[in-house]
């Protein structure tokens, strides 16, 4: 939770300010921020709740109001989309040209274009589009709870006549994840015991007097062999079977047999 | 004269059964361009039979229904027997679209064909997750491009998106006025 900065403008302490639609807990916040999906969302709800006339919008408090949003937002740490940063600036903006006095011209007053008719527009026609989203919501519901019969089998309604290219690049992803797993059961079969591991290093130790710990670890293919390689080193160190020189700090480490 | 291929007129009542049967086979909703052409009657004839079919599901208040849908016609169950349906096929109502997918699907619905800034200009949100999923469900489709600056894929809704909101064509979604009206009021 931020400091209180009682002289940034939109500041905001949801411990001590509470607007109205601020409710009780944290989760209900973030509930309510759930369901917009944009800043013209976000807008036409602050318009509802300010009971506010849509096509007379009180800018500067629906700015303000704006803005205490997306400040609680971000202590919530909800990540923004840029749309709604892009949304504070044509508010401010707006907000800005309507407190500019007008200039004196012969233009009658109605012919003046009020700076908030773009975002009005816009506003006007998300909600539409949202009361059009409503009804799809409503008769899909109704849908729901109609059935048709089930498949007969015919050539017809065989699948390859009806797939299309999205179809095949499913399959296609499904062959390639497959393949991942045979890959995956291959190294599988090659798997080695610590035992193994142990023989082959006793026997490698016994040829060559002497192995660079590096080259070695090098040669391994796997994670599991590298690994499995490293503890039959500590093992054979633990039992004295070998010891361990390094000749120079952060040099390498050199596997000897002990005498 | 070969009296097999000797076509005998049909009575009224077995142009309707017929109809009824291939209603019933088919696995989309059959036209009555196909059915004329399958049982070689006019037009006119494969209507009234199945205006006469859909009526008699009604006065007999059966539990199938005779409707159009997506261009042609379907026997469905009537929707008030969804509980009894579901128990049966232990099949759950799918998972519905989210509410950014309804809205996309909106925009391009009524103003198909629609490119991706289209779709974000009314929307004010990047749709692009939404339009995956519409993609994935088969609602809409891509339409060509637009020949314009960087020649932008253009989405229309499909033949399933008919299907799953139970309308016979687009010209059926109520007039987008309508809404216009509604969002004036608030």
């Given at each position: 939770?931020?400091?209180?900065?009682?002289?940034?403008?939109?500041?905001?302490?949801?411990?001590?300010?509470?607007?109205?639609?601020?409710?009780?807990?944290?989760?209900?916040?973030?509930?309510?921020?759930?369901?917009?999906?944009?800043?013209?969302?976000?807008?036409?709800?602050?318009?509802?709740?300010?009971?506010?006339?849509?096509?007379?919008?009180?800018?500067?408090?629906?700015?303000?109001?704006?803005?205490?949003?997306?400040?609680?937002?971000?202590?919530?740490?909800?990540?923004?989309?840029?749309?709604?940063?892009?949304?504070?600036?044509?508010?401010?903006?707006?907000?800005?040209?309507?407190?500019?006095?007008?200039?004196?011209?012969?233009v009658p007053e109605e012919e003046i274009e009020d700076p908030r008719q773009e975002l009005v527009d816009r506003l006007l026609e998300h909600q539409t589009y949202k009361?059009?989203?409503?009804?799809?919501?409503?008769?899909?519901?109704?849908?729901?709870?109609?059935?048709?019969?089930?498949?007969?089998?015919?050539?017809?309604?065989?699948?390859?006549?009806?797939?299309?290219?999205?179809?095949?690049?499913?399959?296609?992803?499904?062959?390639?994840?497959?393949?991942?797993?045979?890959?995956?059961?291959?190294?599988?079969?090659?798997?080695?015991?610590?035992?193994?591991?142990?023989?082959?290093?006793?026997?490698?130790?016994?040829?060559?007097?002497?192995?660079?710990?590096?080259?070695?670890?090098?040669?391994?293919?796997?994670?599991?062999?590298?690994?499995?390689?490293?503890?039959?080193?500590?093992?054979?160190?633990?039992?004295?079977?070998?010891?361990?020189?390094?000749?120079?700090?952060?040099?390498?480490?050199?596997?000897?047999?002990?005498? | 004269?070969?009296?097999?291929?000797?076509?005998?007129?049909?009575?009224?009542?077995?142009?309707?059964?017929?109809?009824?049967?291939?209603?019933?086979?088919?696995?989309?909703?059959?036209?009555?361009?196909?059915?004329?052409?399958?049982?070689?009657?006019?037009?006119?004839?494969?209507?009234?039979?199945?205006?006469?079919?859909?009526?008699?599901?009604?006065?007999?208040?059966?539990?199938?229904?005779?409707?159009?849908?997506?261009?042609?016609?379907?026997?469905?169950?009537?929707?008030?027997?969804?509980?009894?349906?579901r128990k049966f096929l232990k099949t759950r109502p799918n998972a519905k679209l989210s509410l950014a997918a309804l809205e996309t699907l909106a925009v391009i619905a009524?103003?198909?064909?629609?490119?991706?800034?289209?779709?974000?200009?009314?929307?004010?949100?990047?749709?692009?997750?939404?339009?995956?999923?519409?993609?994935?469900?088969?609602?809409?489709?891509?339409?060509?491009?637009?020949?314009?600056?960087?020649?932008?894929?253009?989405?229309?809704?499909?033949?399933?998106?008919?299907?799953?909101?139970?309308?016979?064509?687009?010209?059926?979604?109520?007039?987008?006025?309508?809404?216009?009206?509604?969002?004036?009021?608030?």
């Amino acid at each position: 939770m931020e400091q209180q900065q009682p002289t940034e403008q939109f500041s905001f302490d949801f411990q001590t300010e509470t607007p109205h639609i601020v409710r009780q807990s944290r989760d209900e916040i973030r509930l309510q921020m759930g369901e917009f999906a944009g800043p013209l969302d976000l807008l036409l709800y602050l318009i509802k709740q300010e009971q506010a006339n849509i096509f007379d919008i009180p800018i500067a408090r629906i700015t303000d109001e704006y803005l205490k949003y997306i400040r609680l937002m971000k202590n919530l740490d909800i990540s923004l989309a840029a749309d709604f940063l892009v949304m504070a600036a044509t508010l401010i903006e707006i907000k800005s040209k309507m407190l500019l006095p007008r200039e004196i011209s012969d233009v009658p007053e109605e012919e003046i274009e009020d700076p908030r008719q773009e975002l009005v527009d816009r506003l006007l026609e998300h909600q539409t589009y949202k009361n059009a989203s409503q009804m799809l919501w409503t008769r899909s519901t109704v849908e729901q709870a109609v059935f048709t019969r089930g498949r007969i089998e015919s050539d017809e309604n065989n699948a390859e006549v009806n797939s299309t290219v999205f179809d095949l690049l499913k399959v296609f992803q499904k062959i390639l994840a497959q393949h991942k797993e045979e890959v995956l059961l291959e190294i599988e079969r090659e798997e080695m015991s610590l035992a193994e591991m142990l023989k082959k290093l006793k026997q490698t130790i016994f040829l060559h007097k002497q192995i660079n710990l590096r080259e070695l670890l090098r040669e391994m293919h796997t994670r599991q062999e590298i690994v499995l390689a490293f503890i039959a080193v500590l093992e054979l160190v633990r039992t004295g079977s070998v010891n361990l020189l390094q000749e120079a700090i952060f040099g390498d480490i050199v596997l000897m047999k002990s005498k | 004269m070969d009296l097999e291929t000797e076509k005998q007129p049909r009575s009224v009542g077995e142009i309707v059964a017929i109809v009824e049967a291939l209603v019933f086979v088919a696995d989309e909703p059959i036209s009555i361009k196909l059915l004329a052409e399958i049982l070689q009657e006019d037009r006119e004839v494969i209507e009234a039979a199945v205006e006469q079919l859909k009526n008699e599901y009604q006065y007999r208040e059966s539990g199938l229904t005779l409707r159009e849908i997506a261009g042609g016609w379907q026997i469905s169950t009537r929707a008030e027997f969804h509980e009894e349906i579901r128990k049966f096929l232990k099949t759950r109502p799918n998972a519905k679209l989210s509410l950014a997918a309804l809205e996309t699907l909106a925009v391009i619905a009524y103003k198909q064909p629609v490119t991706v800034p289209e779709i974000l200009d009314i929307r004010g949100v990047q749709s692009a997750s939404a339009i995956k999923t519409l993609l994935d469900k088969r609602l809409i489709a891509a339409k060509g491009r637009k020949e314009t600056v960087g020649r932008p894929m253009q989405y229309g809704t499909s033949k399933e998106f008919l299907m799953q909101f139970g309308l016979k064509d687009l010209s059926e979604l109520p007039s987008i006025e309508d809404f216009e009206d509604l969002a004036c009021s608030i």
